[in-house]
C-alpha cells in the first residue's frame, strides 16, 4: 500500500472492484475522492487490410453520386410542391368558410325580413272584410261537402290539373 500526501492530510491508494475487465483505484484521504481507472492494453489489429476495405466502403457510402442527387432533388421538389398546395387548399377552405358565415347571414337577414312584411301584411288584412265582399258582392258561397273532391299526391309541394274535375 503506498501512501500519499494530499491537502495536508494522510491519505491512501488501493485497488477497488473490478467490472468489466477495468481496475478501478481509490484514492482515500482528506480529499475528493476521484475515480481512476487503470490503463488498458491496446487492442491489436487483426487484419489492417480489412481495414482499408472498410475505409473504402464507407467513403464509397458517403459519396452522393448523380442519381442520389436527382433522386433528392425531385424528393424536395415534390415536398415543396405538396407544401404549397396544402396551403393554398387551407387558404381557399379559410375563404369559403367566411363566404358561407357570409351567404348565411344575408339568408338569415331575408328571413326576418320577410317574416316581418307577411305579419305586417298579414294585420293590415281585414278577412271579415274580404269574407263580406266575396260573399255580399260577388255571390260566392262556401262549399258543400258533396262538392269536396280529395285527392292523393306523392309530391306534396304543387298540384299539375291535366283535365277538368269531374262533376259530383
Known amino acids: 500500500m503506498a501512501k500519499t500526501q494530499s491537502m495536508g492530510g494522510a491519505a491512501s491508494s488501493r485497488q477497488g472492484r473490478h467490472e ?16 481512476q481507472t487503470a490503463p ?18 464507407r467513403e464509397r457510402a458517403l459519396s452522393m453520386n448523380l442519381g442520389y442527387v436527382l433522386f433528392l432533388t425531385v424528393a424536395a421538389v415534390v415536398t415543396v410542391f ?3 398546395n396544402f ?26 325580413e320577410n317574416d316581418s312584411d307577411y305579419n305586417r301584411i298579414m294585420t293590415s288584412v281585414d278577412m271579415e272584410q274580404v269574407k263580406n265582399v266575396a260573399m255580399n258582392e260577388l255571390g260566392m258561397v262556401y262549399a258543400k261537402k258533396s262538392q269536396i273532391v280529395t285527392y292523393e299526391i306523392e309530391n306534396s309541394d304543387y298540384v299539375r290539373q291535366y283535365t277538368d274535375v269531374p262533376k259530383g
Open 40 to 57: 488498458q492494453p491496446q487492442e491489436r489489429r487483426q487484419n489492417p487490410s480489412a481495414s482499408q476495405r472498410t475505409k473504402r466502403n
Open 20 to 35: 468489466n475487465g477495468r481496475t478501478y483505484v481509490y484514492v482515500d484521504g482528506t480529499a475528493v475522492r476521484k475515480l
Open 87 to 112: 396551403l393554398q387548399l387551407q387558404a381557399m377552405e379559410t375563404r369559403l368558410q367566411k363566404e358561407v358565415t357570409s351567404l348565411e347571414t344575408q339568408l338569415d337577414a331575408a328571413i326576418l
Open 82 to 84: 405538396m407544401c404549397v
